[in-house]
T-cell receptor, first 114, second 116 residues
């Protein structure tokens, strides 16, 4: 089955700096890669996603890149703010007919220091 | 808000008991999946229901079972509860059909289950 590895497990940055989280996946059939932000005690919230036919996607301060050949994808947050502090999960998804399975990484705890 | 609602939000059960968790999917979505998230870990795929049938399961034993109803709402049932079943149970809905690239899934707020 699919295996998603995520690094680093914790990340501390100064406010205003950039943060980068990297993930690799094992199944070349994966074709959808969402990123979720989870605050303490809350549900995971989708912040950005990318499909396999796209190499890069940007939404304001957040960008995601995908390298299908190397089977890795990354989340980039620029101009970090204290409210960006949370746990971030990458995920890889396979769709086959009516079936979609999402495999999550182990999470990165991001701390933005004011 | 995602439009995915879950109940109950918190509950405490005793080892060996059974529990039923409920989920109403987002309007227009036809697929419901359930995830278990233990403290400090990422969500783990339990199973998915599409057109009222289970069509995919993760590495969970048969005592984890579910249902999807014609209105696309869903239940997760866990029998013979164990202490390790204590976790946040997340329901997620999506619109899936045919082949092609993946579809966005939206999570509910979750049900916190504590087994004592």
């Amino acid at each position: 089955g699919e295996n998603v590895e995520q690094h680093p497990s914790t990340l501390s940055v100064q406010e205003g700096d950039s943060a980068v989280i990297k993930c690799t996946y094992s199944d070349s059939a994966s074709n959808y890669f969402p990123w979720y932000k989870q605050e303490l005690g809350k549900r995971p919230q989708l912040i950005i996603d990318i499909r396999s036919n796209v190499g890069e996607k940007k939404d304001q301060r957040i960008a995601v890149t995908l390298n299908k050949t190397a089977k890795h994808f990354s989340l980039h947050i620029t101009e970090t703010q204290p409210e960006d502090s949370a746990v971030y999960f990458c995920a890889a998804s396979i769709v086959s007919g009516g079936y979609q399975k999402v495999t999550f990484g182990t999470g990165t705890k991001l701390q933005v220091i004011p | 808000e995602t439009g995915v609602t879950q109940s109950p939000t918190h509950l405490i059960k005793t080892r060996g008991q059974q529990v039923t968790l409920r989920c109403s999917s987002q309007s227009g979505h036809n697929t419901v999946s359930w995830y278990q998230q233990a403290l400090g870990q990422g969500p783990q795929f339990i199973f998915q229901y599409y057109r009222e049938e289970e069509n995919g399961r993760g590495n969970f034993p048969p005592r984890f079972s579910g249902l999807q109803f014609p209105n696309y709402s869903s239940e997760l049932n866990v029998n013979a509860l164990e202490l390790d079943d204590s976790a946040l149970y997340l329901c997620a809905s999506s619109l899936v059909g045919g082949t092609g690239s993946g579809n966005t899934i939206y999570f509910g707020e979750g049900s916190w289950l504590t087994v004592v």
